[in-house]
């Protein structure tokens, strides 16, 4: 079975603090993706990567950067937490493009920021 | 950019069928997925279908997909209160690696 971990469930910070979210998948997936889940909009991409050192921004990258040193780790940084993204942030990574790539996620991080 | 809606609500008694709508505006389409999301847990793939065909059954899932409408959707059969959960509908554009999801539709099944 594919694992996707994610290193918190909950999470609580202050504003303007330094924020890591980490991930890491077993099944060897190229593709990582970093989503953030709010009531009533769905999920919407902020970063993925498709290979190590290798990163995309996807629709809301504005105060999140992301780091991919390992195939297996994706990180999420919010170089200076806002209470804006307060959110449930969702991890998941996938094989190469082809076939229907299913994508695999994580059990999600929610992020309270004060 | 590409949309993916669908409407927020729906609920429905236990025994009856579901039926969860969704639309697309990407022409180019590939795959659109039905994934599920149980309270607190992350998303699960239910279903997915390729854009050549128009129908996919699975047990109690079928998926209908009307490419020229650009409108696909989620039948589940003799719905249970195992079912209450969110369903997002997804689709990825050709040559894409991310998905593009709807906003989720909440499905609460009343015993």
């Known amino acids: 079975d594919v694992k996707v971990t994610q290193s918190s469930r909950y999470l609580v910070k202050r504003t303007g603090e330094k924020v890591f979210l980490e991930c890491v998948q077993d099944?060897?997936?190229?593709?990582m993706f970093w989503y953030r889940q709010d009531p009533g909009l769905g999920l919407r991409l902020i970063y993925f990567?498709?290979?190590?050192?290798?990163?995309e921004k996807g629709d809301i990258p504005e105060g999140y950067s992301v780091s991919r040193e390992k195939k297996e780790r994706f990180s999420l940084i919010l170089e200076s937490a806002s209470t804006n993204q307060t959110s449930m942030y969702l991890c998941?990574?996938?094989?190469?493009?082809?076939?229907?790539?299913?994508?695999?996620f994580g059990p999600g991080t929610r992020l309270t920021v004060t | 950019g590409e949309d993916v809606e669908q409407s927020l609500f729906l609920s429905v008694r236990e025994g009856d069928s579901s039926v969860i709508n969704c639309t697309y505006t990407?022409?180019?389409?590939?795959?659109l997925y039905w994934y599920k999301q149980e309270p607190g847990a992350g998303l699960q793939l239910l279903t997915y279908?390729?854009?050549?065909?128009d129908m996919k059954q699975d047990q109690r899932l079928t998926v209908l997909l009307n490419k020229k409408d650009k409108h696909l959707s989620l039948r589940i059969a003799d719905t249970q209160t195992g079912d209450s959960a969110i369903y997002f509908c997804?689709?990825?554009?050709?040559?894409?690696?991310?998905?593009?999801f709807g906003s989720g539709t909440r499905l609460q099944v009343q015993p």
């Open positions: 998941a990574s996938s094989p190469p493009s082809g076939s229907h790539n299913e994508q695999y």
């Open positions: 099944m060897d997936h190229e593709n």
């Open positions: 990567s498709y290979d190590v050192k290798m990163k």
């Open positions: 997804a689709e990825r554009g050709t040559g894409r690696r991310a998905l593009t």
């Open positions: 990407d022409s180019s389409s590939t795959y």
């Open positions: 279908i390729f854009s050549n065909m």
